[in-house]
């Protein structure tokens, strides 16, 4: 088993995508890449934390390479908008990914350099200093809440897209 830690955007939305793939077998929503410890969703959402809305993945790297995570992370968010994705505005909807050893760093640098070939990536990189697990309501929301506006509307045609890829 290894582990991914990606953000873009709401958590939500990563977390009903990342549910779908095979080869991945967790998803846990939490914060990281702040300042400060045990952080709340209201201390998140406000800023002042300076943490991320993040996914912790747990896969399987026979089944699925981190390379092919990244790539997937790059194709289900706007890594080009700075703090934000969509209407979901703020440093806590940034685009991040939080490597867990030299080789992740090595790969996401990479993927990134190729990708500004294209556009204008903006996306952070830095080590995962520590994770902090979401409250639990947070965790598998779209498919918890399939009638709330937020999921049918913002992040049911996000989930509809991967199965066209």
Not at 107 to 119: N, S
Not at 125 to 147: C, G, I, R, S, T
Request: aromatic fraction near 12%; hydrophobic fraction near 35%; glycine fraction near 6%.
């Amino acid at each position: 088993m290894a582990k991914a830690v990606f953000g873009g955007g709401c958590f939500w939305c990563l977390d009903a995508i990342f549910r779908n793939i095979k080869g991945i077998n967790s998803v846990t929503c939490g914060y990281a890449g702040g300042r400060r410890a045990n952080p709340t969703y209201e201390q998140v959402c406000t800023g002042v934390s300076g943490h991320a809305e993040v996914v912790e993945i747990d896969y399987d790297e026979n089944i699925i390479s981190y390379d092919k995570l990244l790539d997937i992370f790059f194709e289900i968010h706007d890594p080009t908008q700075l703090n934000r994705q969509g209407n979901d505005v703020g440093t806590q909807y940034r685009s991040i990914i939080l490597y867990l050893n030299d080789e992740q760093k090595e790969k996401a640098l990479k993927k990134i350099e190729e990708l500004k070939e294209k556009i204008n990536v903006v996306t952070e990189v830095k080590p995962l200093e520590k994770f902090y697990k979401a409250e639990d309501y947070h965790q598998n929301y779209f498919y918890n809440n399939p009638q709330n506006p937020y999921c049918a509307y913002v992040i049911a045609p996000k989930v509809n897209k991967l199965k066209l890829l």
